[in-house]
């Protein structure tokens, strides 16, 4: 597995903050607090969105939605070329998404690892889907973070899940 650089670009920092507001949006409705933006090459948004599933849904992550708006939206150089930013890093469904219809590389604030240590710590059992980083489900795909100044406000809004949903 190749080493992952931590987020240090202000540029990076910005969009993950967005992110992290769009996470906190979801979780004040009644949602899971997660949230994602797709910029392209000049560091312009297209599309942000955050995760959905208090539905039933629980395919309703950002990053699957990213995914499926770049399909139908962007062509396959503007994919490559897109950057995705995600207040947590890929679910295995989103990685693999993200890699079938050719999006460039991601950012995010937290990883995976990070979520499950977290929840573990917690108390809580793992869930269904194998907790992979996104290099081991699309190995293609260029990866930068996590952003360590980020990391407890997306603990926090992780711990408010859980307390919500005891
Ligand atoms: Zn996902």
Not at 96 to 125: D, F, K, M, N, P
Not at 132 to 145: D, F, H, R, S, Y
């Amino acid at each position: 597995m190749t080493e992952i650089a931590p987020v240090t670009d202000p540029r990076d920092l910005a969009h993950l903050r967005r992110c992290v507001d769009l996470a906190r949006e979801a979780l004040e409705a009644g949602d899971e607090p997660f949230g994602s933006l797709l910029v392209d090459a000049a560091g312009v948004v297209l599309f942000e969105d955050r995760n959905r599933v208090a539905g039933g849904d629980h395919t309703r992550h950002p990053e699957f939605e990213i995914a499926r708006w770049a399909a139908g939206n962007l062509t396959p150089e503007a994919r490559a070329s897109a950057v995705t930013y995600t207040s947590g890093e890929h679910c295995p469904m989103c990685s693999a998404a993200h890699a079938w219809v050719g999006l460039g590389r991601i950012v995010y604030a937290t990883s995976s690892a990070q979520l499950s240590e977290w929840r573990g710590s917690w108390g809580l059992e793992p869930g269904p889907v194998a907790v992979l980083p996104i290099n081991a489900v699309a190995p293609g795909i260029p990866v930068t973070g996590p952003a360590a100044e980020l990391a407890d406000e997306v603990r926090d809004l992780q711990r408010r899940l859980v307390e919500r949903t005891g």
